[in-house]
Nanobody, 121 residues
Framework: QVQLVESGGGLVQPGGSLKLSCVAS????????MGWYRQAPGKERELLAA???????NYADSVNGRFTISRDNAKNTVYLQMNSLKPEDTAVYYC???????????????WGRGTLVTVSS
């Protein structure tokens, strides 16, 4: 069974930084793209950043230039470095992965449970 587990959330002051991590565990799959989403109270979940297996990245306009996504394929881990944090960045941050099941070559989308990031003084 495939599982994604996020870590690194917490409370940070405006202008501060945090680094989120997400580790994929399980067997019988390979990971294609990975991404980070967030959902603030009363708002829809939004895509922040995504990265392919070949390390091609894309970002939402709201975080471009402040957030950096990276991955370590050997560790099945994706990271989100967040700088210059603002109060409006407060949300639950979710990790997402699109995987290929090696036995059936079918695609599987997996979500983590989320980690809370609070930006406040």
């Amino acid at each position: 069974q495939v599982q994604l587990v996020e870590s690194g959330g917490g409370l940070v002051q405006p202008g501060g930084s945090l680094k989120l991590s997400c580790v994929a565990s399980g067997s019988g799959f390979s990971i294609n793209s990975m991404g980070w989403y967030r959902q603030a109270p009363g708002k829809e979940r939004e895509l922040l950043a995504a990265i392919t297996r070949g390390a091609t990245t894309n970002y939402a306009d709201s975080v471009n230039g402040r957030f950096t996504i990276s991955r370590d394929n050997a560790k099945n881990t994706v990271y989100l470095q967040m700088n210059s944090l603002k109060p409006e960045d407060t949300a639950v941050y979710y990790c997402n992965a699109v995987m290929v099941v090696t036995t059936t070559l079918t695609y599987l989308e997996v979500w983590g449970r989320g980690t809370l990031v609070t930006v406040s003084s």
